[in-house]
């Protein structure tokens, strides 16, 4: 195709830009050199405008407008000048290929450095310094939570409104008139007390509603803090006798804890460390829980489920404080002595000697842990099979309890309250023989303990548990006053009266020694002498209210005064829970 003479000068002149050197300088560059005074004079020729490079057309596409209208390179605009015609696409892209500098080929076969090195062990050395770096790695992997989120846990539908009312309130409203009723605060606030004071108050109702509270407004991602606000939540519940709603709560969380969503395969493509179901069991969810767990099936009037769920409980615990015990722990490597180990690898081998005596010492905390635990269900589990009538099975089982070995002498260690329990379950079930027995053990074991702080000197002697010296002298008391000897009963109460100032137990089993024999008066003014001194803590004892009110019906028919004098002074002091039957007033 024939081009017009326009184009062709246009063409001639970019050619012979081409052709000069490539040292020429540019106009910039001439700037510059007649700002610095340079004596070099500037260049005479002038340079038509060169196209920009950066502008890229596509040519494909001019060509197909020439194809399509071949008349398109006659049709030139006569008003715009020749310095500002546009250059021809094939002429654009030779000149910006010219001016793209190629950077050089990458050389892929360049050897790399060797790393640096400590010290090069011997080549028979078996130990391997990478490896330490390697189970940090490893430990850290395993040691690291999995990341659980459970918004299942905070909804406000998990929970049941609490009643704004309780049997005590019921009671002064049918008794007492409104002038000579006392306030109680049955709305549960909770926001202007702090928690040490609701606990110490009996404040169940407020506690309850707290734990809700702080729950609904807690991030699923802590659920730590979440389940230990349920276990706060249930056991006030608990505590406020509202069995049924405890059991539907407790019902509502265990589907969360129990529901399919959470994975139960390890999180790491290794396949190391715990699963998040497994981590969560582990780890997070309060013993007291799985306890509360099992008592729902006493609610539920299921007394042999509650054994068997309490059975479960011992079992497991013995479980982990054997794998607490003897953990499975990896074979040392063996190093010749000969072979000495670099810096690196020096450290190293001590930080994993200090993760092996941390995880020794984690072990020991674990299976103490475990051990105590089992101790304490063992504990409900006997006070189970006492409400039975299964006295037997209860000393049974809590005889092991009583002489457990110990791991840093030889011989077992002996718990004198434990065999003072022993003996109260025989006493109760009516075997005076076996009850005496125990009881004498106690007394041997507690001179034993005495005769060796005396050996030790005035250090052990102010070390000693004034509770255990008092524990021989109740449990020969508790004897005699089974053996019908109310008056050695009562001087060994008076003497444990007089050497402790609030042994409330005492003060009640003394009436009880007075009652034995006919002093009623004595005895009742004895129970009203302690009420009156620590009316906060008596007022929440249920033995003794029941004790107190069965000898105000014992004395004269004016009993119902003194119930209800009983019932006002109850109702300032005795907070949320109360069983009101203690009281023997009819609802």
Wanted: proline share 9%; hydrophobic share 40%.
């Amino acid at each position: 195709m024939d081009s017009d003479p326009l184009t062709q000068s246009l063409a001639q002149a970019v050619s012979e830009v081409q052709d000069e050197p490539a040292e020429q300088p540019s106009e910039a560059g001439q700037a510059d050199e007649d700002l610095l005074g340079s004596e070099t004079p500037p260049s005479a020729l002038v340079e038509p405008d060169v196209p920009d490079p950066f502008v890229v057309d596509d040519g494909d596409d001019d060509d197909d407008d020439e194809e399509s209208h071949p008349d398109n390179d006659n049709l030139a605009p006569p008003s715009v000048p020749e310095d500002d015609e546009t250059p021809a696409a094939e002429d654009e892209i030779a000149l910006a290929q010219s001016a793209i500098l190629e950077p050089p080929p990458l050389d892929l076969d360049k050897p790399v450095p060797p790393p640096p090195v400590d010290a090069e062990p011997p080549s028979g050395l078996a130990y391997d310094e990478d490896a330490g770096d390697n189970e940090e790695d490893e430990s850290s992997e395993d040691d690291e939570p999995p990341e659980l989120y459970l918004p299942g846990l905070i909804l406000p539908t998990m929970f049941l409104p609490i009643p704004n009312t309780d049997p005590l309130t019921n009671l002064l409203v049918k008794y007492i008139p409104p002038e000579r009723r006392p306030t109680r605060d049955v709305s549960g606030e909770w926001q202007h007390t702090d928690f040490h004071t609701l606990v110490m108050t009996n404040s169940w109702r407020a506690l309850a509603r707290m734990a809700r509270d702080r729950i609904v407004a807690s991030n699923p991602g802590d659920v730590g803090l979440i389940l230990e606000l349920w276990s706060l939540r249930l056991t006030s519940l608990a505590r406020l006798r509202l069995f049924n709603q405890t059991s539907a709560e407790l019902a509502n969380l265990w589907a969360v804890l129990t529901s399919p969503a959470i994975p139960a395969q390890p999180p790491s493509p290794a396949g190391r460390g715990l699963s998040p179901r497994a981590y969560l069991w582990a780890r997070l969810v309060p013993f007291e829980l799985e306890v509360l767990h099992a008592k729902a099936r006493y609610w539920a009037g299921d007394h042999m489920g509650y054994v068997d769920a309490l059975c479960a409980l011992v079992a497991r615990c013995k479980r982990k404080a054997r794998e607490a015990a003897a953990p499975r722990a990896a074979p040392a490597r063996q190093k010749p002595e000969a072979a000495p180990l670099g810096e690196k690898a020096r450290a190293r081998e001590e930080r994993r000697l200090e993760r092996e005596r941390a995880k020794l010492k984690e072990h020991e905390r674990e299976r103490e842990m475990w051990k105590e635990r089992g101790a304490r269900v063992c504990l409900i589990l006997a006070s189970q099979l006492c409400e039975m009538k299964e006295y037997t099975s209860a000393a049974k089982l809590l005889l092991p309890l009583a002489h457990q070995p110990t791991t840093s002498a030889p011989g077992s260690l002996t718990s004198p309250h434990i065999l003072a329990a022993i003996g109260r379950i025989h006493l109760q079930a009516g075997d005076l023989g076996r009850a005496a027995a125990y009881f004498a053990q106690v007394s041997a074991h507690v001179a034993e303990l005495a005769s060796a702080r005396a050996d030790a000197g005035a250090e052990a002697e102010a070390e000693a548990d004034p509770a255990l010296a008092n524990l021989s002298a109740m449990c020969d008391a508790l004897l005699a006053c089974a053996e019908g000897r109310f008056d050695d009963a009562e001087r060994a109460f008076v003497a444990l009266l007089r050497g402790e100032g609030e042994a409330h137990v005492a003060t009640n089993n003394l009436a009880v020694a007075l009652l034995g024999q006919g002093r009623l008066k004595e005895g009742i003014y004895v129970l009203e002498q302690a009420l009156r001194q620590s009316p906060a803590t008596l007022c929440a004892a249920e033995p003794f209210l029941f004790n107190l009110s069965t000898l105000y019906e014992l004395r004269s028919n004016t009993a119902a005064d003194k119930k209800r004098e009983l019932l006002t002074e109850v109702s300032k002091w005795a907070g949320d829970g109360l069983r009101t039957a203690c009281l023997k007033m009819p609802t």
